[in-house]
């Protein structure tokens, strides 16, 4: 058996073939895709712009999950319009793909994102979800009752410590000797004891007014600029990829031509040709 011989000169032929067919079609795989590219910035431009307003907001609570209930959503679905003309369940998801919120546990802080159409209907939308989580972290009914009468005991108690602490001081400025240390030990306890007191009556409170204005680190931002589409990066994405399927046709299309000039291969390319156009419904 005899082997073929391989010859270098034949790989770069064919290299040269491949190059003599870009330069052909040099304009083509030029201008082809600078002119997809600049068409797909001219789409993005008629496209409607996408703002992002961001809110930041201090609380204990997890809020994250609870910008994104019915409760929160309904009221502004309805405000914007979505509904009635919307199934409930549909300006939910609409909505929540408008809404992102997310929560730092380790820093205590909340982030709301809301996106629109305009600067000021994205704010305003971010508003729109804290003013109905303002509302919804109100105590109510028998919870508010019961908010009440903590803080009424805890006031209570507080006035009784310190008539009681102001009784050990006087003690204190009249003890003498090993008495001293009884009475300041003593006093420093109740001092404890009364702080604790306090920082109950402040949780207690906080609890009471719900989470307001006053606990946001950011109010909702005015964006000045657009999040989507990105034209630059949108055009860029359009030229590589008209480019490519530019340069597949030119050599797919410089294949064919080579082929059909070749005696053994020009009945097969008949052949494609011919059911290619009974496919098209165009055959004779």
């Known amino acids: 058996m005899t082997d073929t011989p391989h010859y270098p000169e034949d790989d770069e032929i064919s290299l040269l073939d491949l190059l003599q067919t870009i330069v052909d079609n040099l304009r083509l795989l030029v201008i082809g895709p600078l ?22 907001l201090k609380s204990e609570q997890n809020l994250a999950g609870q ?18 003309k919307m199934e409930a369940d549909d300006a939910r998801d609409k909505l929540r ?12 802080l909340v982030t709301l994102t809301a ?6 209907a994205a704010q305003a939308l971010a508003n729109d979800v804290l003013v109905q ?22 006031q209570t ?20 000797g090993n008495g001293v240390s009884e009475v300041a030990q003593g006093y420093a306890q109740l001092i404890g004891v009364i702080e604790k007191t306090q920082e109950n009556q402040i949780k207690v409170e906080k609890e009471l007014k719900g989470i307001d204005s006053s606990d946001l680190i950011q109010s909702p931002t005015l964006p000045t600029k657009k ?3 990105k034209g630059g990066l949108i055009a860029i994405v359009a030229t590589l990829m008209a480019g490519f399927a530019l340069l ?28 290619w156009r009974k496919a098209l419904g165009k055959a004779q």
Do not use: C, W
């Open 35 to 56: 002119v997809a590219g600049l068409l797909a910035y001219a789409v993005t431009l008629v496209i409607p712009k996408t703002y992002e307003s961001t809110a930041i």
């Open 133 to 154: 989580v303002y509302a919804q972290t109100q105590p109510r009914d028998s919870a508010k009752q019961s908010l009440q009468k903590q803080l009424t005991q805890l």
């Open 248 to 275: 597949l046709f030119v050599f797919i299309r410089q294949a064919f031509r080579n082929a059909s000039q070749n005696e053994e291969s020009a009945p097969k390319i008949n052949a494609l040709q011919a059911s």
């Open 67 to 84: 910008m994104l209930t019915a409760s929160v959503l309904d009221p502004i679905a309805a405000k914007l319009g979505y509904t009635p």
């Open 97 to 108: 793909k408008e809404i992102k919120a997310s929560h730092n546990a380790k820093d205590k």
């Open 157 to 176: 108690r507080e006035k009784e410590l310190n008539q009681s602490a102001k009784i050990l001081e006087r003690r204190l400025e009249q003890a003498t």
């Open 115 to 120: 996106q629109a159409a305009s600067p000021q």
């Open 227 to 229: 999040i989507a589409p």
